[in-house]
Structures are given as structure tokens and as C-alpha cells.
């Protein structure tokens, strides 16, 4: 009955939720566990920075697959529970294509009131196997002590044992001093003054037909790269290349194909190189050697942020 009242009240919020929906999170968590890919909304209390009534909130995210032939997909599943424990609601998004699918439903438990939202993220295995769960605290606005004065700040709102000031979030139970940092998530996991750049996860696959004049791509792919990521080819060393420089943009599901822009042989001597990019994120560089009458093999390197040349990883 309780789930009931919960999908009848939903409607009355998605309204509100679009708005929501198309704005881009102030910071979000990562799960990176290699078999599957999901991003959570730190803020899923919140509307442009006010907070949603008690009884709402608005879980945003994005969940994907890794995309290995192995029968098993990914699931994260969302639980709102009450100040006493109690689980008011959960619901769960499911992927097993190898696509970024949204995290986008608003919840609704009214009249019971949301305390804190728990995140699991698994894969489908028997038994599943899951990464550890995340929980985001519901935050409340300090009361003004009597007679006026500076607020007392909140005390451990997210329930991870660390209280502000030295915990730089006390929305998010993952984050206090000494955490463990994650790279690339947008947040300051242990609270030491900034996060860190993560690698870029990106499968970049090729086949060659080789002779002793050079070597003609027979596939030349970029597999698995994250929204919004660019390609950039380089081509050097002989008469050859088709060009010296082409940026690629990838797919909806992080594919970009670059078989079609080397449609002949590239002759012994020459160097191609693969970037692949994305904001604040540790860039993925393959190189390629073109040797008479051997195939070519990838060395990959690693592009900080901000720099201009690769380098060892």
C-alpha cells in the first residue's frame, strides 16, 4: 500500500523534476568497479540549491554497463528510508546494453518524511556482486541559536562519524577527512583541499592488413569512452597520411569508428596516433609505428589535463 501511495503521488512532482532533470549536478560520485559504470547527483534533496520538501527527493545519476559479453548486467537500486530506519521506498534501474541510461525518478513518500537516500550498485550475479553502498543524508538548515547570533552548524548529518568543520560534506557519509579519494568524481573524498583528475576509460581496438609497402587499417575503432569525449587523430612521418590532424566525436554509446578516414595503405615510417579526451579527466593516448612487414601494436600513454604532450602512464 505504502509503494502505491508513492507511484500515485510521483506525478505530482515531475513537473518540478524537469527542470531538475536537465540541469547538470554540482558534483556527483563514481562507481568504477570495472565490470559497470554509474555517476550519482550529490544533491537529491535539492532544486537550485533550495531544498525539496521533507517528504521528497530527486535521485539523479547515470548507470551503464562495461559492455563484456558475459550474460550479466549492472543495477542500481535507490532506497529512501525514514529517521528511524525505516525503508519508505525503493526502486531500481537496470542496464545491460552497454548504455548510458538515466538515474532520473523523483520520489514522493508523503506524508512520511525522507531522512536519507541509500545507493547499491551491483551486477547481476548469483549472488550479486556489489559495491559499497552509498548513503546521502537529507540536509537541514541549522536553527538560529535564541537572542540571534551564528547558526551552530549541523552535527553529523550524514552519519559517517565526522562532524563540520572537518567534514567538508556532511551530505555525503563517503566523504571525511581520510577517505579514500575517488579520481575524477568531483568531490574532495577525504577533504584535503581538492579532488583528483581520473583516468579516461577508453578500449581503442584495431586490425591491420600488412605487407611489405606498409599497412592498410582493416578496423580502427574507439570503444567505451565517456559522454562527451572527442577523438583526435594525428598522422605524421610520410606522404601517406590522408592528413595531419581530425577530431572524431563519439557516439551516444562512446563509440567512434576511424577505419573510414585512412582509406589506404600508410606507408613504413609513419606515426598515428589516437587521443582520446575528455573534461578533467587523465586523457588516453594510443600510438601506432608503421614498420614494413610487421603489424602495427598500440603503446598507450597517458595525456594529463592541461598538457600538450603524452606521457608514461
Not at 530527486?58 to 532506497?79: H, I, Q
Not at 512520511?112 to 553502498?133: G, H, K
Not at 609505428?289 to 600513454?301: A, C, D, H, S
Request: charged letters at 20%.
Amino acid at each position: 500500500m505504502r509503494t502505491g501511495m508513492a507511484r500515485s503521488t510521483v506525478a505530482a512532482v515531475v513537473a518540478a523534476a524537469i527542470g531538475m532533470a536537465a540541469a547538470a549536478p554540482a558534483h556527483a560520485y563514481d562507481f568504477r568497479p570495472g565490470w559497470g559504470y554509474a555517476t550519482v547527483d550529490d544533491h537529491p534533496f535539492e532544486q537550485d540549491g533550495t531544498l525539496l520538501p521533507a517528504t521528497q527527493a530527486f535521485p539523479r545519476g547515470t548507470v551503464k554497463d562495461a559492455g563484456t559479453p558475459d550474460g550479466f548486467a549492472v543495477r542500481m537500486t535507490v532506497f529512501a528510508f525514514s529517521a528511524t530506519g525505516a525503508n519508505l521506498y525503493s526502486y531500481s534501474v537496470r542496464e545491460g546494453n552497454a548504455v548510458y541510461t538515466p538515474i532520473d525518478r523523483p520520489i514522493n513518500v508523503s506524508p512520511n518524511e525522507i531522512s536519507y537516500l541509500r545507493y547499491d550498485f551491483c551486477r547481476t550475479t548469483t549472488p550479486a556482486q556489489c559495491e559499497p553502498s552509498l548513503r546521502i543524508g537529507r540536509p537541514a538548515p541549522p536553527s538560529p541559536p535564541p537572542g540571534g547570533g551564528t547558526p551552530s552548524p549541523p552535527v553529523d548529518r550524514d552519519g559517517d562519524g565526522v562532524s563540520p568543520p572537518a567534514d567538508c560534506m556532511d551530505t555525503n557519509s563517503t566523504v571525511w577527512p581520510g577517505a579514500p579519494e575517488v579520481p575524477g568524481n568531483g568531490i574532495d573524498d577525504d577533504c584535503s583541499g581538492g579532488d583528483q583528475a581520473a583516468r579516461l576509460f577508453a578500449v581503442v581496438s584495431s586490425s591491420w592488413s600488412v605487407t611489405r609497402r606498409g599497412a592498410r587499417a582493416k578496423r580502427l575503432t574507439v570503444r567505451e569512452a565517456p559522454p562527451g569525449a572527442q577523438v583526435t587523430l594525428l598522422c605524421r612521418g610520410s606522404r601517406s597520411c590522408p592528413f595531419r590532424s581530425r577530431q572524431v566525436a563519439v557516439d551516444a554509446e562512446g563509440t567512434a569508428v576511424l577505419r573510414r578516414l585512412f582509406p589506404h595503405r600508410l606507408r613504413p615510417g609513419t606515426g598515428l596516433e589516437v587521443r582520446i579526451t575528455a573534461a578533467n579527466l587523465i586523457g588516453r593516448v594510443v600510438r601506432y609505428r608503421i614498420e614494413r612487414g610487421e603489424v602495427p601494436v598500440g603503446r598507450t600513454l597517458c595525456l594529463p589535463p592541461g598538457a600538450t604532450e603524452p606521457a608514461k602512464c
